[in-house]
């Protein structure tokens, strides 16, 4: 999934961005402690998230029944989510939604300190402030392919 440059009408205040970039952190340190219910706490009730292969999740009990099932893939590993290249795009309508495109890194680390690099994906979400919160409303995670060359 490619993402196109210098399409931005607007560019987010330095403390926004930050404020986005900290949710995140939040968010993937609680995924990545299997914090299964703290995680799930950082989307909307009715949140949704589309997984790469097209499997859909709403609400948190789907997304929380969902992620205790996957429990016994993670044994035995450390789990991390990296996420860069964040562009944030505020909703001229609506002052409370931002939709933020980001790539992601999975690493697996075993006991010994073997490390296991995990696909890349591109993820769009919808963030929503409630009650002075960011929210994730909504993720849709593309697998990375490669770009098709340019016609000759």
Known sequence: MSQPVGTLPTQVTG???AEVQTFYARQMRRVDA????????????DGEV????????????EMIAGMRASLPR???IAVRHWFGHLIIETDDADADLLRVSYYTLVTQ??????VNFQP??????ELVRRDGRL???????????????PAA
Not at 52 to 61: D, I, L, N, T, V
Not at 109 to 114: A, Q
């Open 109 to 114: 680390t075993d006991r010994e300190g073997k």
């Open 135 to 149: 929210l994730t409303r909504s993720r849709v995670i593309h697998r990375d392919t490669p770009a098709a060359p």
């Open 120 to 125: 890349t994906f591109t993820v769009e979400d």
């Open 34 to 45: 299997l914090d299964i219910e703290g995680f799930a706490d950082t989307f909307t009730e």
């Open 50 to 61: 589309v997984h790469a292969g097209g499997h859909r999740q709403r609400g948190r009990a």
């Open 74 to 76: 993670y044994q035995d």
């Open 15 to 17: 403390d926004l961005y």
